[in-house]
């Protein structure tokens, strides 16, 4: 029993320590950890990280070796409820006495690891914290479907809704792809090759094998997810509308008809070399399905890492089926013609000629002649003959030249990068031997494109990811480089975002045997990351050795931080050479405070870690570092000030350009309103000056009327003057207003003034004179 127990706990007391309740104190953790020294045992050994990390140590088996520990039988599931039950309330008892007992203690950690195997948990695996850094912004797609409606259906517990991204999606459309080619080169054979169509029990099975695949791929097919708005669809009835409405269910329907029903109008037994072709071809209708194999076949070349290998493989089943089904048709036509009738036709006399493998060999050779047209053949001796070779003859024109063709060009593709390359090195050394460079010289540019070919194949990152957006250019860096930049201490302060932008700007070099990466005085423009490889730092006489510097070494940070007071001036203070071929990260000045720019926290802490480099060689000037600071600070409290004075004046200015805003718009809108009642006092005015005109045009004949016969005397003044004329004077109208000849001491009527105050005082002149008038005559 207690074998057992233990058994059951071995391995996992780590995850056991790291479960306990937090009702225990933290000198119960400590001590249950040094106990815990039976399965973790210390290690010196350095981690991936840099720090000493612990090694896990597997107990020895308490069994023996041909024999498997024992496991839970299954009729003790029934009471695994009982003892988890059991388990939990000395685990409560345990943390009551305060965990005290050293017995109880460890019969606490044994139970809670029996607990963890029976419920099926899994050793946590350690959290690494570049990844979980990084993994900190990464969106994991949730479980349940976005689009999932309310009424979607269920099918034995299960939501039918398939993602077509996941990889068993892709898995089944290669198994829906092999019972479609089984039928593509099954189907017309066994229809033409009697002797095959003989074994009913086996092709009964995997004819209906087949076929259920079809079945169950349809269900599939009418569920499968799309995306809609970026987002995958997977609502049932959303799914069935999509499917419905697209082409692909008139060909699942008729693969899926039931044509197996006509081989009851087939005569049993009838299928031989006097009857063809066999009941089998009323099967072809399976052959509607190929648009799922083709989407297996884009979908594998999207996703293998070798696309012109599979491409080549694609285009040779291409060629080797069209072969196929060309040889069934010549035994075809040549059962029509008949067998042995002439010597183009297959002559099936004989023993040999009468078996199976024979015949189809002979009619495959005949059709790879034929279609290749590198061969000679039987001469075609009647009509029928001479058209199928013809046939044959432009097929393989056509068909042929273009696969033979795509095999050329991928053949070539493959060997781009190499040519590439190759003609990259015959210039470099067409360039050396014009310029005489040395032989040592050469040889050694020669060996570095040897190295850079054989680990990289002097692949050009930057251009192959160049389509990529920043996001997955920055997740690809992370995963190909990460055991090199999960040694850098240097990034383990910094933001996700801002590691996503320094890992970006990293450029790749590699130095060769003796090269000098850095010499003491050169002036600081990159700093280096060791990616592979070995560097010395050496003194000024190139020999002795001061350090060694290995895979996540991280130097040269100082001069590019520009630190003021640095004794150096920026400049690099060791010589630094590659001890062999040596991978380097190179990070450059201006792309490093390009990158911090947006982060002055980051910033703040590597400044700080470059001055605790300098104090430590004693290479900063603290009075000048100080001063500097002060005045950096002096700075950003004026630029802050700046920046506040520029925003509340820019807010001012956006005040009061909205206020002009607002009184032009209010001035068009009076402006608007004057000239509508300008038009309309036009509108009036000339109804009024038609209206006083006539109004006067009719006085005036009234004062005509009135002054006939009558006598006339001298006028007071011009006002009071009589309007009367003699009868016998003329009147003449021209145009709308009256005019009349006068005669001394009287006033005449002169043209119509055209301003209406003048009218007006006019009109009221004359009403006067006819009134004073009126009263002289009586």
Request: charged share 25%; with cysteine.
């Amino acid at each position: 029993m207690w074998a057992y127990i233990l058994a059951a706990a071995r391995g996992d007391s780590r995850n056991a320590i790291r479960k306990r309740s937090t009702a225990t104190n933290t000198d119960d953790h400590l001590n249950s950890y040094r106990e815990s020294k039976v399965f973790m045992l210390p290690s010196s050994v350095p981690g991936p990280s840099g720090l000493n990390s612990r090694k896990e140590y597997k107990t020895p088996k308490l069994y023996p070796k041909k024999r498997s520990p024992p496991s839970i039988h299954p009729m003790t599931t029934s009471i695994s409820s009982k003892l988890e039950e059991g388990i939990e309330n000395f685990e409560e008892q345990s943390v009551e006495e305060g965990g005290k007992n050293w017995v109880q203690r460890q019969m606490s950690r044994v139970t809670r690891n029996l607990r963890c195997r029976i419920s099926g948990e899994g050793r946590e695996k350690p959290s690494d914290w570049f990844l979980d850094k990084f993994a900190a912004q990464t969106f994991t797609d949730p479980e349940e479907p976005i689009y999932q409606a309310k009424g979607s259906k269920l099918l034995c517990g299960l939501k039918l809704a398939f993602d077509p991204t996941l990889p068993t999606h892709y898995h089944w459309l290669a198994v829906v792809s092999l019972a479609i080619l089984y039928n593509v080169v099954l189907v017309i054979g066994r229809a033409v090759f009697w002797e095959l169509d003989k074994m009913t029990m086996i092709w009964f099975v995997l004819d209906y094998l087949c076929d259920a695949i079809y079945v169950v791929d349809t269900i599939v097919h009418i569920h499968e997810g799309y995306l809609e708005q970026g987002l995958m669809v997977k609502d049932s009835t959303m799914l069935r509308r999509h499917y419905l409405t697209s082409e692909a269910w008139r060909y699942d329907v008729i693969s899926l008809l039931p044509t197996d029903m006509a081989y009851y109008w087939w005569t049993p037994g009838t299928c031989s070399y006097q009857r063809l072709p066999c009941p089998v071809i009323v099967r072809l209708n399976r052959l509607f399905r190929l648009p799922r194999m083709w989407e297996w076949f884009d979908r594998t070349e999207t996703a293998t890492s070798y696309p012109n290998v599979f491409r080549i493989c694609k285009v040779v089943l291409a060629i080797l089926v069209l072969i196929h089904w060309n040889a069934c048709l010549y035994f075809a036509i040549s059962y029509a013609i008949g067998f042995g009738s002439d010597n183009w036709v297959y002559n099936i006399t004989g023993a040999r000629n009468e078996t199976l493998a024979h015949q189809y060999i002979y009619s495959f050779y005949w059709s790879t002649l034929t279609l290749t047209t590198i061969g000679e053949t039987p001469q075609p001796e009647i009509d029928v003959e001479y058209l199928f070779v013809v046939a044959d003859f432009l097929a393989g024109v056509l068909i042929f030249a273009t696969i033979v063709g795509n095999i050329g060009s991928m053949i070539s593709n493959m060997n781009v990068a190499r040519v590439e390359f190759q003609n990259k090195m015959d210039g470099v050394k067409q360039y050396m031997a014009f310029r005489k460079v040395s032989g040592e010289l050469e040889a050694r540019v020669i060996r570095w494109f040897a190295y850079t070919w054989a680990e990289s194949g002097a692949l050009d990152e930057e251009n192959v990811l160049s389509s990529l957006p920043d996001k997955l250019k920055a997740e690809i860096a992370i995963r190909v480089h990460l055991d090199t930049l999960r040694k850098v201490r240097i990034f383990q302060d910094c933001e996700p975002g801002l590691l996503e932008a320094l890992v970006l700007k990293l450029r790749l070099q590699v130095f060769s045997p003796g090269d000098y990466i850095c010499r003491k005085g050169d002036v600081g423009k990159e700093m280096y990351i060791v990616k592979r490889g070995r560097l010395q730092v050496v003194a000024d006489d190139g020999k002795t050795v001061l350090a060694t510097l290995s895979a996540g070494s991280v130097f040269g940070e100082v001069s590019v931080l520009e630190i003021a007071g640095n004794r150096t001036g920026n400049r690099r203070t060791a010589n630094v050479r590659a001890l062999g071929y040596s991978d380097l990260f190179c990070l450059a000045k201006r792309d490093l405070w390009e990158a911090l720019a947006d982060y002055p926290d980051a910033r703040a802490t590597l400044t700080e870690r470059g001055c605790q480099l300098l104090r430590k060689d004693g290479l900063l000037d603290e009075t000048v570092f100080q001063n500097a600071q002060t005045t950096q600070q002096s700075l950003e409290e004026t630029v802050h000030q700046l920046e506040t004075t520029v925003e509340m004046l820019h807010n001012r200015l956006q005040g009061l350009l909205s206020d002009f805003g607002e009184q032009q718009a209010k001035l068009k809108q009076r402006l608007n309103k004057l000239e509508l009642r300008l038009i309309e006092s036009d509108e009036d005015t000339d109804v009024e000056e038609d209206t006083t005109s006539q109004d006067e045009s009719e006085l005036r004949s009234d004062i005509i009327r009135s002054c006939d016969g009558a006598s006339y005397s001298a006028m007071p003044s011009p006002i009071q003057s009589p309007l009367c004329y003699a009868p016998s004077y003329p009147i003449r109208e021209r145009g709308h207003s009256l005019t009349v000849e006068s005669t001394p001491g009287l006033l005449p009527i002169t043209k119509e003034p055209r301003s209406k105050s003048l009218r007006l005082k006019r009109f009221q002149q004359q009403q006067e004179a006819f009134k004073w008038s009126a009263n002289q005559n009586k």
